[in-house]
């Protein structure tokens, strides 16, 4: 590991113990690296840092969707969009961060490619929910991985090359206070048309509306590019999309039923993925 870690606890940098690979500040204070190889970075003094779990069913759910390939054309792109990013940047190693990185699936996808390209890049996988690093663990997802608590990450400020917030939302200021100035984060997140199909059995008098990045005033967007495709689902499919979707909690039962019962030929997906850097 070349990036510098911080000490959840105190602040203080962390040292790691080459033969136990865990990590320990000069205050004492000591992180093991959990035994399916992730390391809780966790305050555990502070009822705050308590690790958050994803819903097992949701969790699983999402896995065998995410794994069926459904996502092909948008992974292509992503992993354009990171070699892009990647390519001027010469030799020196980079740092990437895969905020909220789930159970890792965009890390699989992603590192390999950059790997062949023989771009150095250290990742990063950091997430709040236990069960979902667990898994990231299990499947044996390709970078470092940390349980923290995501309201101050354990990193210097402006030690990160990259950041990505892939289908989860950009919260706070931290991922913007770790990244360098000439840094980016990649912000993937769904547009107008996504899902339209299964939205339009949520919301009867669906029409559409602009996009609404609702971005910080210390980030400015510096470039900005539409993937749009469609896919055959099945009706297992679309209810699990439904629950992985920031409308799905307006489902009931008899609805989610509905949906779970009809397959969609042609599924609308609409992705938009947003490039930020530093407003300087």
């Not at 399916?36 to 969790?59: C, I």
């Not at 690093?133 to 101050?152: M, R, S, V, Y």
């Not at 997140?189 to 919301?203: A, D, F, S, T």
Request: glycine letters at 4%; aromatic letters at 8%.
């Amino acid at each position: 590991m070349t990036l510098s870690l911080l000490c959840p606890v105190c602040s203080a940098p962390l040292n790691q113990h080459q033969a136990s690979a865990g990590f320990y500040c000069d205050n004492k204070h000591h992180f093991d690296k959990h035994p399916n190889g992730y390391w809780p970075l966790l305050s555990n003094t502070k009822a705050k840092s308590k690790p958050q779990v994803e819903s097992r069913q949701q969790m699983r759910g999402r896995h065998f969707l995410l794994e069926s390939g459904l996502f092909a054309p948008l992974i292509k792109q992503l992993q354009t969009v990171l070699l892009d990013l990647c390519a001027p940047r010469g030799e020196a190693q980079l740092q990437h961060i895969d905020y909220q990185c789930a159970d890792g699936y965009y890390l699989r996808q992603l590192v390999p490619a950059l790997a062949e390209a023989n771009v150095s890049c250290e990742h990063w996988g950091i997430t709040d929910a236990e069960n979902a690093i667990f898994a990231a663990a299990k499947a044996e997802t390709p970078a470092n991985l940390l349980l923290l608590a995501l309201k101050k990450l354990p990193f210097e400020s402006q030690s990160v090359d990259i950041v990505t917030v892939l289908d989860s939302p950009l919260k706070g200021k931290e991922c913007i206070r770790i990244l360098k100035d000439d840094g980016r984060i990649v912000l993937l997140q769904p547009g107008i048309r996504h899902l339209w199909q299964i939205k339009q059995q949520v919301y009867p008098d669906l029409v559409e509306k602009p996009l609404q990045l609702n971005l910080t005033n210390d980030v400015e967007i510096d470039s900005q590019q539409q993937v749009v495709f469609t896919q055959s689902v099945t009706g297992e499919q679309a209810l699990t999309l439904l629950d992985m979707s920031v409308f799905g909690w307006r489902a009931n039962d008899q609805l989610k039923h509905q949906v779970k019962s009809t397959a969609i030929s042609e599924l609308e997906f609409d992705w938009q993925i947003i490039t930020l850097k530093k407003r300087l």
